[in-house]
Every structure is written in structure tokens, then in C-alpha cells.
């Protein structure tokens, strides 16, 4: 998928950028750094005919509003850059009924994540989902990891990797990534009510912790959390049960995705 519009996802790249700034304070929290920075893309098996469908419904459904209104259901505003054509699907054809299989990290709130009554949830299984009905395919959620979406495309586990998913090639790799449609950050967050309003003042405060290697591995390149903080909490249940741990003043910061702290400060 290609994203003709750059001016847009520069503009998005720079509100991310803009609210992972060190002290800015977003709803009833404040940003004290930004740890890594990740853009969010679709994978395919190359050759694949469930690319065209797929991209023709995404950019029908950018046209027509619905992708605006989803990104405003889970986020505090629209930061996403699909690409937009009304008429879309006319250049590819009525496809034959299906079953999309569709890999998402299901840890990956609020993207996709399970939910308390076990259904598949979040901004990304929602537009799957609005593909799917577009195309009148049924969409069927299999749980992926990022490091293993090309492997699970290869074998046929899924038909498409879309849910929380940060992609990149390796040399070799014969597979097709969409341009990026939203930006995200890992971040340092503590409430903007909290005494702590910088990194220095995590001095002898506690931080909390996704148990996912990618958070510990943020972590643990950054000198200032090894050296700072007084506590470090491994924490299961990502990001709703570390903004629950902010949230009810268990920790004194957290470690989160930025989309997750757009979702909490809508």
C-alpha cells in the first residue's frame, strides 16, 4: 500500500513527536520522555490477491468517513493516514466470499487486545472488521507477535498481519508492508497531578512495567530508568492494567504505548 499524501503522515509524525515532548501533559497526564519510536503497518505475502481487496476497501473506507470515525472511538483524536479513494473497489472487482485470517498482537491495547468478555477488541480488529463487511468477508482474529508475522504469513496461519503490529524486512524477506498509517512511541507517564515532573524526579519513585520484552528492553536502555527509580514492577495485563497502577497511585510512573495514552486521555 502506498500513502500518496506524505504531507500527512509528516503531519502526524509531528504530532506524535509534539506529544511525546518531554513535560507535556496530555488530558490528566504528563509525558516525562519517550523511550522508542514505532510507526504501525499492514503485512502481506507478496503476490497475494488479498492485497488489492484489502487496500481498495481501506482506501473506500478512509473516503467515506469510517476510518475517521473509528480512530475517534478509541483515540482522543484522528491520527491515522490511510490512504483515501472513493470508487476503490471498482478497479479490483467483487471478490469471492471468504475468510480473512487476521494476525494482531492481542496485547497491543487499545490497537487489539482481548476484551473481559473474550472477544477481540480494539482500533485495529474494528477496521479489519469494516474491511471484511466491505468486502463481504468474515474476519477471524488469530493472535500474533510482531517478530513472528512474516513466519505466520509464510505457513498460511494468517492471510494478513493487521493488529498492533510495528513490521520491518529483513534482508531476503519477500513479503509486502503497507506505508505506515499511525505513528507511536514508547513512553515514561505519570499523572500531571504527580510530584514527579521530570525523569530526574523518578529519583527513589516506582515505575511499572509491561512483562513484554520490548518494554524491558526500552527500559533497559535507558540509563536514567536503570539508575533512577527506586522500583521497577513487571506488570501483566499491558497497558490497562499499568494506567489502573497509575490510575490508583500504585506506581509513580509507567511504561506505555503513546495510542494507549491518546486512548486514556480522550
Given at each position: 500500500?502506498?500513502?500518496?499524501?506524505?504531507?500527512?503522515l509528516?503531519?502526524?509524525?509531528?504530532l506524535?513527536?509534539a506529544?511525546?515532548s518531554?513535560?507535556?501533559?496530555?488530558?490528566?497526564y504528563?509525558?516525562?520522555?519517550t523511550?522508542?519510536?514505532?510507526q504501525?503497518?499492514?503485512?502481506?505475502r507478496s503476490?497475494?490477491?488479498?492485497?488489492?481487496y484489502?487496500?481498495?476497501a481501506?482506501?473506500e473506507?478512509a473516503?467515506?468517513?469510517t476510518m475517521h470515525?473509528l480512530?475517534?472511538k478509541w483515540?482522543?483524536?484522528d491520527?491515522t493516514?490511510?490512504p483515501?479513494?472513493?470508487?476503490a473497489l471498482?478497479?479490483v472487482?467483487?471478490?469471492?466470499?471468504?475468510t480473512l485470517?487476521?494476525?494482531?498482537?492481542?496485547?497491543?491495547?487499545?490497537?487489539?487486545?482481548?476484551?473481559e468478555?473474550?472477544a477481540?477488541?480494539?482500533f485495529d480488529?474494528?477496521?479489519?472488521?469494516?474491511?471484511?463487511?466491505?468486502?463481504?468477508?468474515t474476519?477471524?482474529?488469530?493472535p500474533i507477535k510482531?517478530?513472528?508475522?512474516?513466519?505466520?504469513?509464510?505457513?498460511?496461519?494468517?492471510?494478513v498481519?493487521?493488529?498492533?503490529?510495528?513490521l520491518?524486512?529483513?534482508?531476503?524477506?519477500d513479503?509486502?508492508?503497507?506505508?505506515?498509517y499511525?505513528?507511536?512511541?514508547?513512553?515514561?507517564?505519570?499523572?500531571?497531578?504527580s510530584d514527579?515532573?521530570?525523569?530526574?524526579g523518578l529519583?527513589?519513585a516506582s515505575?511499572?512495567?509491561?512483562?513484554?520484552?520490548?518494554?524491558i528492553?526500552?527500559v533497559?536502555?535507558?540509563e536514567?530508568l536503570?539508575?533512577?527509580?527506586d522500583?521497577?514492577?513487571r506488570?501483566?495485563?499491558?497497558?490497562q492494567?499499568?494506567f489502573?497502577e497509575?490510575?490508583?497511585a500504585?506506581?509513580?510512573?509507567?511504561v506505555v504505548?503513546s495510542?494507549a495514552l491518546q486512548?486514556?486521555a480522550?
Amino acid at each position: 500500500m502506498r500513502v500518496r499524501k506524505a504531507a500527512a503522515l509528516a503531519a502526524v509524525l509531528a504530532l506524535m513527536l509534539a506529544l511525546a515532548s518531554c513535560g507535556e501533559t496530555v488530558g490528566s497526564y504528563r509525558v516525562l520522555d519517550t523511550l522508542a519510536e514505532q510507526q504501525f503497518s499492514i503485512g502481506y505475502r507478496s503476490g497475494d490477491n488479498v492485497q488489492p481487496y484489502v487496500e481498495a476497501a481501506i482506501r473506500e473506507l478512509a473516503a467515506d468517513g469510517t476510518m475517521h470515525s473509528l480512530a475517534l472511538k478509541w483515540f482522543a483524536e484522528d491520527d491515522t493516514s490511510f490512504p483515501s479513494r472513493a470508487g476503490a473497489l471498482e478497479s479490483v472487482g467483487t471478490p469471492a466470499p471468504r475468510t480473512l485470517l487476521v494476525g494482531v498482537d492481542k496485547d497491543a491495547f487499545p490497537m487489539s487486545y482481548i476484551d473481559e468478555n473474550g472477544a477481540y477488541a480494539g482500533f485495529d480488529v474494528d477496521a479489519a472488521n469494516a474491511v471484511c463487511q466491505r468486502l463481504g468477508w468474515t474476519a477471524q482474529f488469530i493472535p500474533i507477535k510482531g517478530e513472528d508475522a512474516f513466519v505466520e504469513l509464510s505457513s498460511g496461519n494468517v492471510d494478513v498481519a493487521w493488529g498492533g503490529l510495528s513490521l520491518t524486512l529483513g534482508e531476503g524477506e519477500d513479503y509486502v508492508i503497507s506505508e505506515p498509517y499511525m505513528s507511536n512511541s514508547v513512553l515514561v507517564v505519570t499523572r500531571a497531578s504527580s510530584d514527579v515532573r521530570s525523569m530526574r524526579g523518578l529519583s527513589g519513585a516506582s515505575l511499572a512495567v509491561d512483562v513484554e520484552q520490548k518494554y524491558i528492553d526500552a527500559v533497559l536502555a535507558n540509563e536514567d530508568l536503570m539508575e533512577r527509580p527506586d522500583q521497577i514492577k513487571r506488570v501483566t495485563g499491558g497497558a490497562q492494567a499499568l494506567f489502573n497502577e497509575l490510575n490508583n497511585a500504585q506506581v509513580d510512573a509507567i511504561v506505555v504505548y503513546s495510542v494507549a495514552l491518546q486512548y486514556y486521555a480522550k
